[in-house]
C-alpha cells in the first residue's frame, strides 16, 4: 500500500517550452501533496505545498507563476514547469500526505532535461 | 521544525547491524521523529517514526533517549541494498502547515 505514481520519469525537452508532471497516490486519498526539486549531490529541497482544491503554498525563492501546481482531486496533482530553461534542469519527487497526516509518501521522482 | 544533526558517512557490513545516531537537541514536545532513506536516483522511502517511545517495525527499529535529544535507526541486518542516503526528520505531527524538511542525511555504504 501507500504508492505515489509520478509520470512521466524522464523528460527531454527544448529551452522554451513547458513540461507537466503527474503526481498520482494510487492507494490513498491525499489531501496534501508537496513538490520537491533535488540537484545532483543535493538533498531535497521543498518548492511547494498543495491542498487539493486550494492554491499552492510556495516556499521562498521559488517563482509560482514559473511552476505551475494544480491540486484537482485527492490523488492527482500537477506540476507545469513554464518556459523551462536549462537552469530548471532537475530531479522532481512528489510526495502525497495520507488523509490521517501521519506518513508523507514519495514518488519515484521525474528527471527533466531542458536543452 | 527542528534542525538534526548527522554524521555525513557510514560504513557497514553486510549481515551486522547499522546504528545511525541523529542529534535533534532543540526537538519540542510535539515534534516527531521521522527517518527516510533515498537510493540513488529514486525518491525518499519511509522507514519509521515516532515521539518517545521505541519503535519497531519490518525494516528497522528506532530508539529515542529519555530526553528526546537524539534517537538511533538500526538496520539489524544490513544488507547491500540498504547502500543509501538516511534522512532524520524532525515534524510537527498536525496541522496542514507540517512539513518535511531533508537536511543532508548520512550516507551509509553497506560492504561485503
Known amino acids: 500500500g501507500a504508492v505515489v505514481s509520478q509520470h512521466p520519469s524522464w523528460v527531454i525537452c527544448k529551452s522554451g517550452t513547458s513540461v507537466k508532471i503527474e503526481c498520482r497516490s494510487l492507494d490513498f486519498q491525499a489531501t496534501t501533496m508537496f513538490w520537491y526539486r533535488q540537484f545532483p549531490k543535493q538533498s531535497l529541497m521543498l518548492m511547494a505545498t498543495s491542498n487539493e482544491g486550494s492554491k499552492a503554498t510556495y516556499e521562498q525563492g521559488v517563482e509560482k507563476d514559473k511552476f505551475l501546481i494544480n491540486h484537482a482531486s485527492l490523488t492527482l496533482s500537477t506540476l507545469t514547469v513554464t518556459s523551462a530553461h536549462p537552469e530548471d534542469s532537475s530531479f522532481y519527487i512528489c510526495s502525497a500526505r495520507d488523509l490521517r497526516g501521519e506518513t508523507q509518501y514519495f514518488g519515484p521522482g521525474t528527471r527533466l532535461l531542458v536543452l | ?112
Open chain 2, 1 to 112: 521544525d527542528a534542525k538534526t544533526t548527522q554524521p555525513p558517512s557510514m560504513d557497514c557490513a553486510e549481515g551486522r547491524a547499522a546504528n545511525l545516531p541523529c542529534n535533534h537537541s532543540t526537538i519540542s514536545g510535539n515534534e516527531y521523529v521521522y527517518w527516510y532513506r533515498q537510493i540513488h536516483s529514486q525518491g525518499p522511502q519511509y522507514i519509521i517514526h515516532g515521539l518517545k517511545n521505541n519503535e519497531t517495525n519490518e525494516m528497522a527499529s528506532l530508539i529515542i533517549t529519555e530526553d528526546r535529544k537524539s534517537s538511533t535507526l538500526i538496520l539489524p541486518h544490513a544488507t547491500l541494498r540498504d547502500t543509501a542516503v538516511y534522512y532524520c526528520i524532525v515534524r510537527v505531527f498536525t496541522g496542514t502547515a507540517s512539513k518535511l524538511t531533508f537536511g543532508t542525511g548520512t550516507r551509509l555504504q553497506v560492504t561485503l
